[in-house]
């Protein structure tokens, strides 16, 4: 094994590892640390596929430890509304080319990022009603970037989820989405075996980081942690926007 084959082994490991001890501590976050970085690396229709199957497997996971109990009305409308986006965004990455991506994930980093930073205003109308346009807007980002978090955090926020709830809802989404994103993938054609073999790889890390993670979320302030990874994201996006052009 040469070198760099074993560098770039480890710090993909690195990544994965770091990537589902967030996503194990605030329930989400997961594809926020690992895509972006993970992009210098892989393709990125070798690495949307695997991230997918990374986020079905550490939200399942993460199911397992929650004990939170989610009403159907709050999960079901959101869940239906990405499955109408999950077709425009698979159809997108299917499309467009590799630097466009790129610069896709970047973008949304940024303007997601700066979001967060700048404060989410709590909802004054329809506070109580389930979320319905951020649940697309995720599908079509999870068919395309596999960056499907950030707009139901956003919503989230804004209703003021508690924690747990919180956390709850969006592994319960995650689990789903990200089933029938893979299920999408593959129907067209856009499930190479390099993202299969990716995935599978490194899902003993993913299990580590996100069994250390719910563990850690008793003892450390997530609102904290969440910040760091924001500013952290800014950066990596204003990277992976620049980089993209340059390769242009």
Known sequence: MSE??????????????????????????FALIAIPFLSFFYPIKVLVPAMAIFNLVSSAAL??????????????????????????????????DES?????????LLLISIKMLSGIPLAKRFKDKPIVFAGFMSGILSGSVSLGGPPLVIAMNRKNY??????????????????????????????????VKLSLYYIPLLFLGASLGNRLSKMVNPHKFKRIVVVVNVFTGVITVISAILSM
């Open 4 to 29: 760099m084959t074993f560098l770039l082994i480890v710090l993909s490991g690195l990544v994965i590892l770091l990537s589902s001890l967030l996503k194990g501590m605030t329930g989400f976050g």
């Open 63 to 96: 199911l397992l430890k929650i004990r939170e109990t989610i009403s159907w009305y709050y999960f079901v409308p959101m869940f239906a509304a990405s499955l109408a986006g999950i077709p425009f965004g698979v159809f997108l990455l299917d499309l467009l």
């Open 100 to 108: 466009v991506l790129r610069i896709i994930i970047g973008v949304t």
């Open 162 to 195: 508690s924690k747990d709830f919180f956390r709850g809802v969006f592994a319960w989404f995650s689990t789903f989405s990200s089933f029938f994103a893979i299920a999408a993938f593959y129907v067209r054609g856009l499930m190479p075996l390099a993202s």
